[in-house]
């Protein structure tokens, strides 16, 4: 019996396929491939039928489990409510189009930042864990007692939209102001640095910026990690985690980010209350993916089943 998990992104999917049978330490067979461009669902659909039965070749064991992770928003029917990289998926049931060329699995779907966060979890080994991802937007997620909170029957954890500045700070995608995402993702940031210079900014310009000490990117990303600092103070006092992992793209090319997430942390917190370690994320463009896996053997879930195979 062998177990799927499928990493769903905007722009490409990954998937990892877990064989029964296979020797201790073996490596998982892997696949990523881009989504179709015209971004219809029968087009898209067919690619990931495509991709899973390539990764099956040779045929073997039927499987019986997938993890999905996804970042579309979902009802609680399990339908996609909405997604701005692939419109055309609103409504769309996932788990009814999967079963259409895997009937014999089993389907869990979780939010990536979720599952991120729980393979971050299991990568730090320990049971409570808040997880970051800093790129683009902020996700992530809160592991406790080596389950995702709230749980997938309750819907994700959204640490980007932790408020941190409802009076002035800057709107955010989701319609309210002063989320942290919308103060230290990266879009937040390129866009400050814009604001400050009259000018465009691409990344590369403030990371070398930063790097140099100038006082606009100074001024930029240390306004970011304070906001980060401060969501992670928040969920901190709210579960008491042993880690904090910061990740994603943006945090991870910019030297220096985690350990000033971590000191404005220190200054924040209170003498008495929680201390994580506030570490760098471990996986990188793997975390979700990883999760992904977790979720097909039932790791993570509230009521894991036990592992047959």
């Avoid at 009937?103 to 979890?121: H, N």
């Amino acid at each position: 019996m062998s177990r799927l998990g499928i990493d769903i992104g905007g722009t490409k999917v990954a998937l990892r396929l877990e064989r029964s049978g296979a020797a201790v330490g073996a490596t998982p067979l892997r696949e990523t491939f881009p989504w179709p461009a015209e971004g219809d669902v029968a087009a898209d659909m067919r690619a990931l039928a495509s991709a899973v039965d390539g990764l099956r070749r040779p045929p073997g064991d039927p499987v019986t489990s997938v993890g999905v992770a996804l970042p579309a928003a979902l009802d609680t029917h399990g339908r996609v409510r909405g997604w701005p990289n692939r419109p055309s998926w609103a409504g769309l049931d996932i788990r009814r189009q999967l079963a259409a060329f895997l009937p014999a699995a089993r389907v869990r779907i979780a939010d990536d930042g979720d599952l991120a966060a729980l393979a971050e979890a299991r990568a730090a080994g320990c049971r409570d864990l808040v997880h970051f991802g800093v790129g683009t937007g902020i996700g992530g997620g809160v592991v406790l007692d080596g389950a995702m909170r709230p749980g997938t029957a309750r819907g994700s954890c959204e640490v980007g939209h932790v408020i941190v500045d409802h009076r002035t700070g800057a709107p955010c995608d989701c319609g309210r102001r002063g989320c942290v995402q919308s103060l230290s993702s990266g879009r937040a940031a390129l866009r400050r640095s814009a604001e400050l210079l009259g000018e465009r900014v691409g990344f590369a310009r403030l990371r070398d910026a930063w790097t140099a000490r100038e006082d606009w990117a100074v001024e930029v990303v240390t306004t970011g990690a304070s906001a980060l600092a401060a969501a992670a103070t928040s969920l901190a006092e709210l579960t008491h985690p042993d880690v904090v992992t910061v990740g994603g793209g943006f945090a991870a090319a910019l030297p220096g980010y985690v350990e000033e997430v971590s000191a404005r942390f220190g200054a924040l917190r209170r003498p008495s209350g929680p201390a994580p370690e506030i570490r760098p994320a471990a996986l990188g463009a793997l975390s979700s993916l990883d999760g992904a896996a977790l979720l097909a053997r039932g790791v993570g879930v509230d009521e894991p089943e036990p592992d047959r195979t």
